[in-house]
């Protein structure tokens, strides 16, 4: 069984930084690619960002890019989501999915809230 555990949200300032963790189980994490996607309250589902199974491989939306960094540690069974420059229009619930530009809910999900 699939099984994909989202942590590590939670409620920063703007500016602020967070870094977003996905534990993977019960397929071979290593040979898939595997993307970050995020629900905004009353928004659609939305493709964040995604890495290659090598980890060499990487892309972002153009709101994120150059605040965001994937990475993946396949000894871990562990994605991740380093987040920077925290803007209120990130507020969302982060989830991971596998695949290039998912836009799949993977896990229950992590809640990032970006307010004063």
């Known amino acids: 069984e699939v099984q994909l555990v989202e942590s590590g949200g939670g409620l920063v300032q703007p500016g602020g930084s967070l870094r977003l963790s996905c534990a993977a189980s019960g397929f071979t994490f290593s040979i898939n690619a595997m993307s970050w996607v995020r629900q905004a309250p009353g928004k659609g589902l939305e493709w964040v960002s995604h890495?290659?199974?090598?980890?060499?491989?990487?892309d972002y939306a153009d709101s994120v890019k150059g605040r965001f960094t994937i990475s993946r540690d396949n000894a871990k069974n562990t994605l991740y989501l380093q987040m920077h420059s925290l803007k209120p229009e990130d507020t969302a619930v982060y989830y991971c999915?596998?695949?290039?530009?998912?836009?799949?809910?993977g896990g229950q999900g992590t809640q990032v809230t970006v307010s004063s």
């Open positions: 999915a596998p695949g290039y530009f998912s836009t799949a809910k």
């Open positions: 890495i290659g199974s090598g980890g060499g491989s990487t």
